[in-house]
């Protein structure tokens, strides 16, 4: 068994690798990095990055699975399960747990690259689910280049900071929504609200080990 992850960083390398084992995968798990990727979906809109991403995907036949770590490429994934029930966008699962919810829910983001990416996928799943989803929108992109720079607790404490300040703000809210991979840590910093902080990695992880044993 095989769940090949294919991202656009080389930082969520260990924390996938990490993960699948304490999920306990008994299988095998490979990493594809093409940073390329998000870098022109950004630049010219997802997609621009279609048929490169169409290409990588066909080079990972033996794969039971294929979980893509990328929240702004998710739509293009989303449309080739259609044909390849093996391909997982990673907030998915996260966004349908988001929706089972419902209320007001607070999406967090740091690139404006993968809000209509991430709210279409939210209104949608809670459509499909038949509840009621107010978003609120918090765009922290001024962070981001934290984590460029590979400064992870520095960018995990100021998204925290951003969402405590929306809280404060909206205490109506009934669940915040990490809506990136790469903002899993800030969840730590911010265990001690009463609101639940929701996170795709182990969500999308759980996803792929049944679509690889399915």
């Known amino acids: 068994m095989k769940i090949t992850c294919l991202h656009t960083a080389d930082v969520h390398i260990a924390t996938f690798d990490a993960l699948f084992a304490e999920a306990g995968f008994d299988g095998t798990v490979d990493h594809i990095v093409r940073t390329d990727l998000l870098a022109r979906a950004r630049d010219q809109g997802a997609e621009a990055a279609r048929a490169d991403l169409r290409q990588a ?3 990972l036949g033996d794969a039971d699975a294929v979980l893509c770590s990328c929240s702004t490429l998710g739509p293009l994934i989303d449309d080739m399960a259609q044909a390849d029930p093996r391909l997982l966008r990673i907030d998915r699962p996260l966004m349908e747990r988001a929706a089972r919810a419902g209320g007001k829910v607070l999406v967090v983001l740091c ?21 009621d989803v107010q978003q609120e929108l918090l765009l922290c992109a001024e962070v981001w280049p934290l984590f460029e720079a590979g400064q992870a ?16 703000d909206s205490p109506d809210t009934s669940a915040v929504v990490l809506a990136q991979a790469s903002m899993m840590g800030a969840a730590d910093h911010l265990a001690d609200i009463t609101v639940p902080v929701l996170s795709s990695p182990q969500l999308a992880v759980d996803r792929a080990m049944e679509i690889a044993r399915s």
Do not use: K
Not at 111 to 131: H, I, K, M, W, Y
Not at 153 to 168: D, G, N, Y
């Open 57 to 59: 995907i066909a080079a």
């Open 111 to 131: 690139l404006e690259s993968t809000r209509r990416a991430t709210s279409d996928l939210l209104n949608r799943v809670a459509a499909e689910a038949g509840r």
């Open 153 to 168: 607790s520095a960018f995990s404490s100021a998204i925290a900071a951003r969402v405590r300040q929306a809280l404060a």
